[in-house]
């Protein structure tokens, strides 16, 4: 479905509380949309880093190739490439790992103050329900907010 995410958290914490994080984003178009689906509202931002968090950029470095589990056991690896660089809209860093396919697997993003890691289990390549990827009818007249100065809307700054 291009370059689009679809990103949900339902966290559950001791105290019997939870962070719910339901994100839309719109690469091409540079749309972020902060969903609340429980309150039926949404935000609509500029989405100020259109690069796919999953995607091994193009000015990535090659690091290494590497086996997870026994390469010489039929079914009981997993070769991958490791790439690393430098995150344009952070000033920091990134390291990740994809399947020889170029499925991720784990990628790990860092800055002097705060890191976010993020591992990758049953990928898929294909979208099972395409609707998962279109706008909530009650955001669609939303009206894209005003970004205040100095603010950088992205998938990493949602977590860094």
């Known amino acids: 479905m ?35 689906s429980k309150n039926k509202s949404c935000e609509k931002k500029t ?3 259109t690069m ?11 690091m290494s190739t590497a086996n997870g589990g026994s390469p ?8 991958v490439t490791t790439w690393t660089g430098s995150t344009a809209d ?3 860093h990134y390291s990740m ?4 396919g170029c499925l991720p697997v784990w990628s790990f993003f860092f800055h002097e103050s705060s890191s976010f890691f993020v591992s990758l289990t049953e990928v898929e390549n294909e979208i099972k329900d395409p609707d998962q990827l279109l706008v909530p009818s009650y955001c669609l ?3 894209l907010e005003e970004t205040p100065e100095g603010t950088v809307n992205s ?6």
């Open 2 to 36: 291009g370059k689009k995410l679809r990103f949900r958290s339902n966290e559950s914490h001791p105290m019997n509380t939870s962070v719910g994080l339901d994100l839309l984003m719109f690469f091409d178009e540079g749309i972020l949309y902060e969903i609340d």
């Open 47 to 49: 989405l100020h880093c």
């Open 52 to 62: 796919h968090p999953l995607d091994v950029p193009d000015d990535a470095t090659f």
């Open 72 to 79: 010489t056991i039929e079914g009981e690896g997993l070769k």
């Open 90 to 92: 952070m000033k920091g």
């Open 97 to 100: 790992s994809v399947t020889m």
């Open 141 to 143: 007249a939303v009206p």
């Open 155 to 160: 998938f990493l700054n949602e977590f860094m």
